[in-house]
């Protein structure tokens, strides 16, 4: 496999072509943003953390039935994977209020709902990633209607698998974003990641926080979160 020019740059991943032209690589990167890139950093250690956490939860979707486009590892900061154009929606699924949830409605952190919650934002950061609505992606095309319902079935099976999966580590799902993407011939599968950038992660016990809002709201001790989330996931993914 022999990596071509780099297509796109994003604020944690590099892709880059190959020379087979149905597969690209991604590199994580360390660099870390938010708050749609106002606030700017460096995890050291988080691009190889996130991409093995990825590559080992992808691996777990696909045997739950769930399509990536994940292929292989090729080292620790990079991936191949299938080609695809990303639906430009993120797609978020919360257990527990937390974030612009808890903002939003006016309610604490920490509320576990009795089934949990989807919702979709427009992916464009001149805009600032607007929540939308299923009726609103539809006006603007972002997806069909057939697109939006595999879509929706998918995220919430990730949920089960992930939700099931972290409890064994003695770790919360509380929420996470997803992204998915269509193939050559239109099959929608999960692209992008699943890490502690895009999941928030409270250990079960002390609800200590394990992910990237340690860094978000200047908590401290971010690089030794991503470590302690990764051990976690690895003793318990001896299958
Ligand atoms: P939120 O509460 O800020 O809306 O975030 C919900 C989940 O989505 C949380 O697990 C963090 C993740 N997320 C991303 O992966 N990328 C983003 O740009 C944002 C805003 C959130």
Redesign the pocket.
């Known amino acids: 496999m022999e990596q071509l020019e780099q297509v796109y740059e994003g604020k944690a991943k590099k892709v880059f072509r190959t020379d087979d032209p149905a597969l690209y690589i991604v590199e994580y990167k360390d660099d870390a943003t938010a708050f749609n890139g106002l606030k700017k950093g460096t995890i050291a250690g988080k691009g190889v953390i996130n991409n093995q956490m990825t590559n080992r939860l992808m691996a777990k979707m696909e045997k739950a039935g769930i399509p990536t486009h994940f292929v292989r590892e090729l080292s620790p900061r990079q991936t191949l994977v299938k080609k695809v154009s990303i639906v430009p929606l993120?797609v978020?699924i919360r257990n527990i209020s937390?974030?612009?949830?808890a903002k939003r409605y006016g309610v604490e952190e920490g509320i576990v709902f009795d089934q949990p919650t989807i919702e979709f934002s427009y992916k464009n950061d001149a805009l600032g990633?607007p929540l939308i609505n299923s009726y609103h992606a539809l006006a603007l095309k972002l997806a069909t209607a057939e697109e939006l319902d595999t879509i929706r079935r998918y995220a919430f099976a990730v949920n089960d698998t992930l939700k099931a999966f972290w409890a064994e580590c003695g770790v919360t799902l509380v929420?996470?974003?997803l992204e998915f993407g269509r193939l050559e011939d239109g099959t929608i599968v999960l692209a992008d990641e699943i890490s502690p950038?895009?999941?928030?992660l409270w250990d079960s016990k002390t609800q200590k926080k394990l992910d990237k809002d340690r860094f978000r709201r200047d908590l401290g001790g971010v690089e030794d979160a991503y470590q302690e989330i990764m051990e976690r996931l690895l003793c318990h993914d001896a299958d």
């Open positions: 993120e978020i937390a974030g612009s949830f990633d929420d996470f974003k950038d895009t999941c928030r």
